[in-house]
């Protein structure tokens, strides 16, 4: 057979003895598997989400297995920025004491809302977005946008989280202390509705902790990826890159 094909039997054996395992092959097949999901997922998935996103596409592997791959290819996640507030707490308006004390477990919808204010970074300049997010369904239940971070811009997202919900008297609103949310207004709206009223303790974003991730997320994920054209929104998939 060596005759055959022109190699010395040497020459074929040492070929025999260093031929790729199957397992060898099936991590190289992984390989390419495990960089196409990572690109998918814009660089942001560590081994534990990674691992969900593979097996969604019909890809089941081993966590241990894929953190050996993915550090063999030298994987790894983006770097989300650093916490930077939005909103001021200097100022003379009253605030309310903080009711939650980071206890972030209610048990059905509609008991617990956070409230933050973040900004998006177009070529008009920066676009703010107001939201409000139910902590037990960890949906976003209102949010505006606007070109200035004011009381009316936060009034907006909560009147459309009240319109869309309709709570029961006594849901905690959660928030920091940024002016926009201790305005005279703004807590108008919150006792009008019959929402207890919460807020973060000076300079310590971990104490509304569930809207800092969730911030956190949609920019590293999406928004960070992109630079949009304009602050309209009707405009903002007309992504300059």
């Known amino acids: 057979m060596c005759q055959v094909f022109g190699v010395s039997r040497s020459g074929y054996y040492d070929r025999v003895q260093h031929a790729p395992s199957d397992r060898k092959q099936s991590d190289e097949r992984l390989k390419l598997e495990i960089k196409v999901a990572h690109i998918r997922t814009r660089e942001t998935y560590g081994t534990r989400r990674l691992q969900t996103e593979l097996a969604d596409n019909g890809i089941i ?126 807590r108008v709206i919150q006792e009008q509705s019959g929402l207890k009223t919460s807020m973060s303790r000076k300079g310590n974003c971990y104490d509304n902790a569930p809207m800092e991730i969730f911030w956190g997320t949609l920019k590293n994920e999406s928004l960070s990826h992109y630079r949009f054209k304009s602050r309209d929104i009707s405009s903002a998939y007309g992504k300059t890159d």
């Open 61 to 186: 592997v081993g966590r241990d297995r894929l953190a050996r791959l993915r550090k063999e290819l030298r994987l790894h996640c983006k770097q989300k920025r650093k916490f930077r507030a939005t909103t001021s707490s200097d100022h003379n308006l009253p605030v309310t004491p903080n009711l939650l004390n980071q206890n972030f477990t209610p048990t059905a919808p509609n008991q617990v809302w956070v409230a933050d204010i973040t900004y998006v970074a177009t070529r008009e300049g920066w676009l703010y977005l107001a939201g409000v997010k139910d902590v037990y369904t960890c949906e976003i239940v209102g949010y505006a946008m606007g070109e200035r971070m004011t009381k009316e811009l936060t009034g907006k997202a909560l009147f459309m989280a009240l319109r869309s919900q309709h709570p029961p008297a006594g849901l905690i609103h959660h928030s920091d202390r940024g002016s926009q949310y201790c305005a005279y207004d703004y």
